[in-house]
């Protein structure tokens, strides 16, 4: 695992969209898989400022969700796919074709979770993996005592994750779905590079158990210890218990 301290979110923006130049230049198809929360938000603002100058372009890349809430209307304004389309797809020049995630609102959700395994793997698997961590450890919606093993499925949302997330639901925690479909630790784990992004004070304890700690399933993000090609970006305060 090779940990960066950086001195704001804006310079972690910097760091991996220079990761994702490189691998535009390396591959003709690449895959990106993206997250949602607010850690990525500086990734998706730089991308969208070197798309804009010509400094680089995702017309031939393809993307992945992480995970998607269920029980949101399609056209909710914190559905997952609307909030990367707002903060990923509309600003830079990806085709919104080629940008995929769990279907949150499929009829048979079951069946949903399998056809977004085969999607992942008939694109080749995911090339580079932009991830963050919630407060209890969790990755993408791996919540805690999630099989490390596990694949796209339904999840039950624990209340932390719904407290921390009301933040997005006008302060409602009510609002918050109680599910959600999400890759499993197994599925991200397939990913060729993982960059993990967290800033604040909040998520010191998470990251110390992810980097320091016994791997253990009370601890998802700890299987990313198993990974050969791990980057984790952290400001000092997440930081600080390392
Ligand atoms: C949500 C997402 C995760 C994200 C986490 C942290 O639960 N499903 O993918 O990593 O929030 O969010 P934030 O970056 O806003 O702290």
């Given at each position: 695992?090779?940990?960066?301290?950086?001195?704001?979110?804006?310079?972690?923006?910097?760091?991996?969209?220079?990761?994702?130049?490189?691998?535009?230049?390396?591959?003709?198809?690449?895959?990106?898989?993206?997250?949602?929360?607010?850690?990525?938000?500086?990734?998706?603002?730089?991308?969208?400022?070197?798309?804009?100058?010509?400094?680089?372009?995702?017309?031939?890349?393809?993307?992945?969700?992480?995970?998607?809430?269920?029980?949101?209307?399609?056209?909710?304004?914190?559905?997952?796919?609307?909030?990367?389309?707002?903060?990923?797809?509309?600003?830079?020049?990806?085709?919104?074709?080629?940008?995929?995630?769990?279907?949150?609102?499929?009829?048979?959700?079951?069946?949903?979770?399998?056809?977004?395994?085969?999607?992942?793997?008939?694109?080749?698997?995911?090339?580079?993996?932009?991830?963050?961590?919630?407060?209890?450890?969790?990755?993408?919606?791996?919540?805690?005592?999630?099989?490390?093993?596990?694949?796209?499925?339904?999840?039950?949302?624990?209340?932390?994750?719904r407290q921390?997330n009301a933040r997005f639901f006008g302060g409602d925690i009510e609002a918050v779905?109680?599910?959600?479909?999400?890759?499993?630790?197994?599925?991200?784990?397939?990913?060729?590079?993982?960059?993990?992004?967290?800033?604040?004070?909040?998520?010191?304890?998470?990251?110390?158990?992810?980097?320091?700690?016994?791997?253990?399933?009370?601890?998802?993000?700890?299987?990313?210890?198993?990974?050969?090609?791990?980057?984790?970006?952290?400001?000092?305060?997440?930081?600080?218990?390392?």
């Amino acid at each position: 695992m090779e940990i960066v301290i950086v001195q704001s979110q804006e310079q972690a923006g910097k760091l991996v969209a220079d990761t994702v130049a490189a691998l535009l230049k390396r591959k003709t198809d690449p895959v990106l898989g993206v997250a949602t929360g607010s850690s990525p938000g500086a990734v998706y603002k730089e991308l969208a400022r070197r798309v804009e100058a010509g400094e680089l372009s995702l017309r031939h890349a393809k993307a992945f969700m992480l995970d998607e809430y269920v029980g949101l209307s399609e056209e909710h304004p914190q559905r997952y796919r609307v909030v990367i389309d707002r903060e990923f797809v509309e600003p830079t020049d990806i085709d919104p074709a080629n940008v995929s995630g769990p279907e949150g609102t499929a009829r048979d959700l079951v069946e949903a979770c399998a056809d977004y395994e085969r999607q992942i793997h008939a694109a080749g698997g995911v090339d580079l993996q932009i991830l963050g961590i919630g407060t209890d450890g969790h990755i993408a919606f791996n919540e805690p005592g999630s099989s490390l093993a596990s694949r796209t499925r339904l999840k039950t949302l624990t209340r932390q994750t719904r407290q921390d997330n009301a933040r997005f639901f006008g302060g409602d925690i009510e609002a918050v779905p109680k599910h959600c479909l999400t890759q499993g630790v197994g599925t991200l784990m397939e990913a060729d590079h993982l960059v993990l992004l967290a800033f604040g004070q909040p998520k010191a304890e998470a990251v110390h158990h992810m980097v320091e700690g016994p791997v253990s399933a009370m601890w998802p993000a700890t299987a990313l210890q198993f990974h050969p090609h791990v980057t984790v970006l952290l400001d000092e305060s997440a930081a600080s218990r390392l």
